[in-house]
Every structure is written in C-alpha cells, then in structure tokens.
C-alpha cells in the first residue's frame, strides 16, 4: 500500500499520473547546507527529455519548482518538496483505447490491483513518473560529488549491437561527455550511429527494441551496504528493478559467473598504493553485499518499449472480448538512452542512503 | 544499521554467526491460528542440509527449536522465535587463516564496515546464516499452500551445463519431485548427471564452479506488487540478491528482451476460460511490478564458491603484505543446489509479503 | 533524518514552511475508489483557519489543489499530492529578531539540530506545518466514515476552567455541533464563554493561557493496535504529542489512575446487547494495547502560545549575549481551540491506519 | 502486524509468552566493538526481579544467554540475540480461569483482534515481555554510558502519596542510590516507608494500587529528535505508553502547562557558562520536538495492577453469560517499583536511536 517512498534515511516519495496536473516528490533526510538551486535539478531533468528522431513528439518543457525545504539557497534539513507541471497533454488517442488493456503495459494489471484506473498515458504507471526520481536523483548526486563520488551510466548494447568499451580503462568524465554526444548515450561513437540506425529501423516498422544500459560509480568507500537482507547489492537491484521496463539485473561478472570457476571468478585481493585493493573486479565492487572501494558496476535489461503501432491481440475489458489494438500515442522506439538518468538516478539514491547508514554524511553540510 | 530484517507486513529478523552458539529468527505478522509443528520447518530445513559428495563435510542435524508464538499446536499472531544450534563447529582452519582475508569472501568489507569481525566460519557472512530464511520460509510456504499457490525452485544450468525444460509444460509438483531426486535438484536426469560429474571435476582440482537457478511460483493471483518503488518484480530481486552469492537476478524473459522487439517481447492478452490471460510469458507474470496471474518466473546467477584450496593471492592485513592463502575448512564445490531451498524461501517471503499488503491474507486462519 | 513521514500503511509526508511557497503533504497508501473532492479537504481546513478575536492576525484563505491520485473524483489508490499556498506572509518581525532566539519556541533546538534555520514565522516548526495533516486527516476521516466510525474532539478545559460534560451521554454529533457554534470549541456555553473572556484577558496583557482537549471516537472496533509496541494507545500518544505545545497525553481515566485502587480501575465486563461490553470506560477504550470496543478517550495538555508581546530573557546567539526580546508577529492567545482540528486529524490518521493493520479496509472501495 | 520491533536505527524486537519457553529479544542496529558480556544484562534484568512482599511470588531467576552478535566479548556490528527461559512457571490458576476475561487485562482484546490466545499468565500480553525490554535496554544504557548521558528513574508517586524531592537539585547517581535503596524505589525515605505501607493494606485487602513513575536523563546533548512527527517528545510517548499498565505520559511540566501563562510556562534562554542554556525546566528539556540540552523529564501513570483477588463482575465467553470472577496467580499489588527499570529502558532505547539518527554514534566504538 505504500509504495511510493523509496530510501530508509535519504527518502524519496513520489506522486502523479502521466496525464494529472503534476508529477513530483518529496525528499526527506536531505542534510542541512547543501546549496542547492533549481538549475541543479533542471540540469538532470533536461538530460531526461526526448531531444530526437529517437524520442517520443511529447515535447514537456519539464520546469523544476522547488515548494519546500531550500532558504538562501540551503537545504534546511526539512523536506524538499519539488514538482514539475505535465503541460503538453493529449489523452485523446488513450481515450479510445480505453476498454482495451494495451499488451506489455501494466493496464491490466493496475486494474486488477486496484479496482480501476487512470486510462490516460497509463497514469502512474507511466515512464513519466520517472521525472520525479530524476528530480531527487539530483539532490542525490549533489551529495556524492560533495564526497569525490563521480556517477555514470551508458548504453552498453542496444538490439544485440554492443559496445565493448572497459571502463576501467576510462575516466568517468570522459565516458559521461562521449556518452552525452549522441542520442542513443552511447560511448562508442561508431557503435553509437549502428544503434541509432537500427532504432529507426524498428521505428519505421511500427515497432520497438530493447538493450542493455550499464552505471559505474567510482570512489565509493569501502563499507556500504547492510547485511545480510540490506545488502548493497540487493538494494541496488530493488532500485533498479523499481524502473519501468528492467527485466533483468546483475553486478560485475552477473550472469556470466555462471559459466566461471571459483579460481577465476574470485578477484585476487592485492596492495594498492599501500591499500587493500582487487586486481580483477568480477565481484562489481560488491563483496558480502558490502562495498570493496573498487568501482560499483551494475548494468540491466530493459525491454522493447511496449507501445508498438503493430497491430497486437488483447482483450476489450467491457465487452470481455478478445480483440487487437494499435497504439498510437508518442513513444519511443527504444527507451534505452533515456532511461540512463533515471538508472543513475536511483544509483546515486542508493549510494547516498547507504552513505548515511554507515554514518559518512554528517547532518549538516556546514 | 538495521539490515536483518526483511518483509513490511510479514517480517523476518534473522541473526547468529556460522560458529556462534546458534542461528534463528523471529518472525513477526504471521496470522493467527496457522497450524504450525516444528516438522513443517525440519522438512524444509533437511532440504537445505548437505548430503551428497557435492556438499560441505561440515555435518549439522539443524534441529529446530520453536520457542514461542505457537500454542496447542497453532500460531498465536505473536511473534514466532526458532533457532537452530551449531554443533558440528571446527574454528581450527579458520584461526590459521585469520590474518589473511579470503577472495571472494566478505572478509575484507566485514573489516571495512564494522572495524572488526568474528573470523570464525566467516561469521555473520557466511552462507550458515541462510538456516534462518528457509526456517522462516517454510511457515511462509504453509500459508501459500492454504491459498492454492505453489512454488519451486530448481537448477537451470551448472558451469555452461543447461536444462531446457520448459515449466510451463509441467505440473508444479511434477518439476519437484524431479528436481529433488537427484544431488543438483535439476529436474531433467541426464543433465543432472552430468552437472554433478562436472562439479567432482572441479573439487578434484581443488576448485568451484557456478550456475543457474529457477524459480516458479503458479497460482499467485492478479494484483501484487506494490508501485512505483515497491514494486513485486523489484522486491524479487532484492530478495535474491540478498542471497550469498547471487550476482544477477531476471524475471521472465530477463536478459533475453535486450535482444527482442517489441512485437515480440510484448505477451498478447488473450481470454482463457473466460478470464483474462496471457498467451506467452515473457514477462513472468509481472506487468508494471504487479503480478498478472501468470507463472512468476525469476531466474539468479550464482558465482562460484570463493572457498577453493587451490592457492590464490591475498593481502596479511595485520603485516599489511601481500600473501598466498589456500582455504581449507568444509565446502560445496557448487552452492546451487543447496541455494535452491533458500530462493524458494526468499520468493515465499515476498509473496506472503505482498499478498498482506493487497489485503489477501485474513488476520486469524480460522 | 525521516521525521516527516506518518502512519505505516495510510501514510502521510508533510513539507513546508511557514514563510515559504507552500505547505502540502502526500498520502500514500489510500484505498481506491473512495469518492474524493476538494470540497471534503477545504471543509476541514476551514475548521483550522483563525476566525475570531482569539486567534491570529494572517488571514489564509488556505485553499487546497489536489495535484494527484484522484481521477473522475475517486481515488486512484496512488499517492494523493496536496498543497496549500502560502498568501498572507509578512516576514518583517521576524526579520528584527532573527539573532534572538524565542522562549518557548524552536529557534534555538532547530539551529542546534540542523546547522542553520529558517528564521521566517519559526519556517517548518511553525504551526502552520498542521495545515497538512490537517489535509491528511479529512481523507481518514472519509474512510472513517464509511465504517461508521465518528470522531469528536473540543475544548475540555482552558487556563483551568473546566467543561464537565460526560460524552458517553451525547450522540457525537451533537458535541460537534454544540463545541463548533462557539470560539474556543467547549460544547457547554457557558463555560465558552467564561474561557472566551480569559483568554482576551490575557491578550490584552500580552500574555497567553494553555488548555487541555479531549477527542472521543465511537464505533471504532475491537481489535485495533499492534502489540506489543506498536499498541494503539502509544501510537495515539505518538500521534497526539507529535503535535506542536502538546506537552502530555492520557487516555481514559488517565493520570487519575495514580489514585485509584484496582477495585475501582479495572472496568468489569459486561453483555451489552449478546455482546461483550464494559460498564464503565476507565480504560478509555483500550486494553493491552488494543482497542475494546468502547469508545476510543484521549486527553492532551497544551500549553500556552509561547509567541507573547511582554518582554522576556533571551540570548543574541550571532553576539552571545543576553538579551531581552518582545515577540511580535500575529499570534493566537491561547492555541486550543484551533488545535482541536489538528488533534481529530492525528486520531482519524492512526484509525484508518491501524484499521489497514488489522485488514478491516479493502484495496478498492468500490 | 509488526508491533513487536522498536527503534529505526537501533532495533529492538522482542518475542515471548508468560508461560512460553523463553522471552527474548533481537538487537539490531548496535555499533560494533562496544564491550559487552552476560553480566551487564543481568544487573539490569536483577533491578527488574520481584525481591519483596510488595511483588509477585514468581520467583524466576531470569538468567540471560546471549546466542549471537558478541565475539571474544565485544560487539560484532550483527544482531544480539538474547533469551530469558521461564522456569518457575505454574499455568494452573489460569486454566481455571480460561473461559472469564479477566478485567483491566488484554484477555477479551487479545480473542478479538487474534481469534485466539495463549491464556496462561497473559500470554504475550504479560508484564514478563518487558524482560526483553531491559535486556536490550541494558545495552542502550551502555552505549549512552560511554557517550556522557545519565538516566535515572524513581517512584514519583504511589496511591496519592507523593514524593516531592527535585531532581535538578541532584547528582542523578544519588537519586539512583536512594531510590535503590528501597522496595518501591522513591528517594525519599519516609515517604518510601508509607507508599510500602499503603501497598501493603491494599494487598490485605485483596487490591492494588496505582502510581506514578518519573524518569530523567542529563546530559543529553542539543538536537536529538526528528521533527516533525518523530519528534523526541512524541518518540518517548509512544515508547514510554507501550509499556503495561501506563494510561498518561507526560514531558516538563505536563499536565500542569494547561494552568500556566506563556510568561510563566516559557523558559527564558540564558547563557551558562558560556553556552546557551534555561533558566527554568517547564520545557522537560524539548522544545519544537528536539532536545535543547536541559534534563529530559518524562513521567507516567501507571494503573493498579488490574489482578486482585476481589471477586469482579465478568463474562464466560464460552458461555456468552455474566460471571464472577476471582484472579488468583501470583501478582504485584503495585507495579510502580518494579515498572521502573523497563521505563528507563524505553528511554534509553529512544535516546540511542535519536543520537544515530543525529549521526552522533559511530559504527565502531573503537
């Protein structure tokens, strides 16, 4: 029933349909003297907007207001609420759809749930809803870099095409700033264009792809992570689980440690500059659910997006009828590339709230 | 600071250290007037116990003990405290080891996050800790039952070696008695022997090998899952990966929908018996992070075991060298088949949990 | 750090401050398809808003927009986003006392607490903080409704002038409409008005008087609150002293038993009608935690606005001296009646909440 | 559901019948490396033990074993887990009685909100849970211990015979040692001797008598509690009205604000030595719902022992007919004395989880 807080110290609860006057949030447990503006949070929102041929014709301006929780542009250590106005709204194509429950979508399912529901845009369930964890994520982000913590994440392979990039090899800033400079987020420029094309292709064929996004966070402490339920591990799955259309999530090696032996798969632990440090990372810089100091890599599948213009079979509600259905509406042929700032969104979320449970963010970022 | 406790409405604290006096857990919200006698939790606390030349030496009977919450034979609505004492305990092995963190084992971040830590068995680390799950899994199993659900677990796929069964074309009960037959819980006999001549092999050469595995929950009714955060698929996942040695957790098609389209991933809604239904399940029975009436299917990679005797490199942190360590202790050279008992006690706990929160389950079982 | 978060399955977060944009709330965890308006939140806001001499000078129309989680006028069973924007805001006398901390007041614990404050109309500590629960608590009150269960809270007794009307002898209806036609909200008027009088009396010598208010609820069910700590009296009690000058909580005969011998206490139980019942109410409703069936008695002390116009001792914290300050701003004399509102809303709020708890509130309210 | 766990950083969840196996109790949540061995629960269990001919015949050793969380005697940063047997346990009188609800006590809530119950010595309802109370509180002690904090509580008032000495012209270690130093735990000797005589008369007469209990914390640091629900006034009501048989909390001058003036009830703020402090105490050391440095001040009501061997008016609701009913059983006729050490108990606890939640405790206490 209480579904919508996400965090157990830094806390996030979000509100509002796709198609409702608002989506928002309110985040809790945000230490006091954090400067913060709203261009800090417009700057993430913005990276979440469809810019291209890729992206839905939905053209919100998405503008940031910050209600609560900021004086002389500090955080009060009160709860900063914020929300943005859905403006550019057409429910009209979800009117006539409404009897039918839309395949891949969660119509059926928020009916079965709840008794009824907001037909327009999907409602809550809607990839709009993301807004508000961007907005949060931004605070968030705030925080880590203020700690040397630097976030990124990427397209790692979209419809089967893969990039092969070792982040190891790279600084993060300069996989955000080649990711950045396409639309499909992805670091390998050619590799990028090879995506973009077969987006476009799905796209013109009435239909939709899927991929794989990766996030690093480098200069994490050793220590994070609460076991053994509260595992940082298991809370980054929960996280990243929680955004619309994963399907699937691993840390490090993931699922290829099913095909490894031990002899391999154990990183070698070795000194580092007078540290205790790894020399391979299959483990994702998680050991025991608890950070290693070596770099977090999570990475996740995301399916094609649901709404296809293909005709597809479903079922008329009312008249308890099979019937077919085309989507029309304005959805994105891959959701891949703007899903990364959510995806990092609720890395940093994570990162944050485990930074607090082990003590390292003091209540007043003097 | 609070990580061992799991569950909103059906709560599990579980605690105890591999070589401390005892492990257990109180489970508190269990309904009322449960039949509950300690056999319900032996039979599944035996499933977990090692058994075969592919387990650990170490030799526990994992007697439980309920101490309170059940009175004539029938649960009280208070909480339920079961332990189970340690006695086949050996800190020997350990004690020679205890100045040299072990790969692959938590270790290191024990130290990092705690300051200090119980080196014996790998203390609160260890995969010992998991007796307390399937205790509190098994009165969770007992509630599904009465609710018409059902629920197991098998292995997929050992060291590259894979099952292809297709559950969907199995009664439940079926795949159990399969599965349990035989020393790896794989459902298909031939498979079977070979993943077990497979995992001999890597214990001969003083190594480990990894796996797959499945679990499938039928007859879990429309409607769980609580959104946007809390969302069934990723409360699976946080479940899982909270489990000793799961690096990657999938739900339905997992991975798989990186490489679909949309036409293809989407599952057509169809009517069966005149009820909504799906026609495939690429979804796994979650749409929007609610359950859909369908199969849940989830799916975890499990790494190796770290313990290996092969030598491997490390770090002496009390001399602050780099070292050679070469683990002895008892262990399973492959922790699937044994970790098989522990999900189907996470995916149990999750519905339980989920079923409460949607108003499923009354107060008193009457 | 999560301090503005309420209930555990009807759950509310409030933000805001005084002086800032606006002050709002989310309710998550309301059951769909409850019949919604604004109209149902602005009636119980007007219940709050000063009206008379005794209260303060802003005038806020305080009128509520509902940004989420209704649809068609029912509720969606997703979050329900509420604000109030602030209007008639001058900071000016704040401004001249913003190094002076105010007796009584939060000035000095906030800055301890979070490093810095704002200083505008006491900002998040301001009593202007209840117009969110007070949102929050129409929507329980609704649901309430629908079970018939009635909620009454008045005037009991004000700088020791006492009302001695025994509820258990009115329809509760009749408590409400006697305590609303009068100021200070004590349903016996002569006694209202005797109040009335004293606490001009005290205005007009820049003074304040404290008071105590008592909130009855009848038709609540056996069964309500969580042994053994999350007990329906202690999360009254948790509820009720949340509340800004509550300095103590009682429930039924309350400090009274101190003197009482067990004889006289323990309520003997009864059959009132084939039913279970108790001949007297001592207990207030509640047994163990847990309540009986008798209506629901709970008293709370509250103490004098600290906000007066005499001079009082205070501390220069940017000088460190001591100081001497005169507290301007518009301020009510004595805080009871307009508490009342507030008190009712805290008490539907833990009603509906542990109703949730106890099963006894569908999903969908159809 | 999930009544039986307390705190949000430092967790407490207790488990246990009267006439059960053990009552015990899982400690979450406490900071690694803090020593810790059997002998610094017991002292605190034997304050709690009856010792006189005020208390209960039950003579139970109540000896703690402590089965996880400790390691070569200092905390491991896991779970505590710690148990009392019950040994000296007799369930014949009630069997007796099983069929009458016994008055003042939780026999007809507990059979309405569960359908069933364990009715030997109360079950889960008994004053015995509270050994699990101060087992876990003993460790809070500890910790507030190490950190400068002192907690003391006393016999404020017993059967209208009130004890007038004021703490704040005390060395709290000398109000320990006098209120030790007799069986109802009042400081004031003379007054000790009558309160033990009245308790005694009413014994006699088959009765008991009611009380009040006082409990103060000193050097309890500015900024504790998180506003503005969980604040540290509301925190300690909740806790302090979860223990049995208290009907009122109140904090500072209590009750007795609703009587006062602002001029007189507010604390005027002063510098002492150097540092911001008040004059006055009406406060009970919270303002706005946060420490401000002075000596937190709670007191309770607690109802007579609601078992007296008078014959009261009752029900069989087997029968579902009007009975009489006389409890036999072992009982205090006060339970004042023997409340006090679970009350500093519930402060304590409440005091370590604010201090984490302020960020004040690490997470070794190297």
Known sequence: MVGNTFGYLFRV???????GKAVGCVVDGCPAGLELREEDIQRELDRRRPKSAISTARREKDEVVILSGVFEGKTLG???SMLVYNRDVNSKPYEEIKHLFRPGHADYTYQAKFGLRDWRGGGRSSGR?????????A?????????????????????????????????????????????????DEDVARRMEETILKAKAEGDSVGGIAEVIARGVPAGLGEPVFFKLDAYLAFALMSVPAVKGVEIGAGFKVAKMR???????????????????NNAGGI????????????????KPTPSISKPQKTVNWVKMVEDKIVVKGRHDPCIVPRAIPVLEAMVALVLVDCMMMQGLIPRFLG
């Open 13 to 19: 609860t979000t509100w509002g349909e796709s198609h």
């Open 78 to 80: 009160t709860p900063i």
């Open 262 to 280: 031990g002899s391999e798969c154990n990183d070698p632990i070795v000194l580092k500059e007078g540290k205790i440090g790894f020399a391979t």
């Open 129 to 137: 809803e993301t807004v508000a964890r961007v907005m949060a994520g």
């Open 287 to 302: 050991l025991g659910g608890i950070s290693n100091g070596e770099d977090i890599v999570v990475r996740v599948a995301i």
């Open 139 to 187: 605070i968030a982000k705030k925080i880590l870099q203020r700690f040397g913590i630097r976030l990124v994440g990427f397209t790692r392979e979209i419809a089967g095409i893969r990039c092969d990039i070792n982040p190891e090899e790279y600084d993060l800033d300069e996989i955000f700033r080649l990711a950045e400079s396409n639309a499909v987020r992805c670091p």
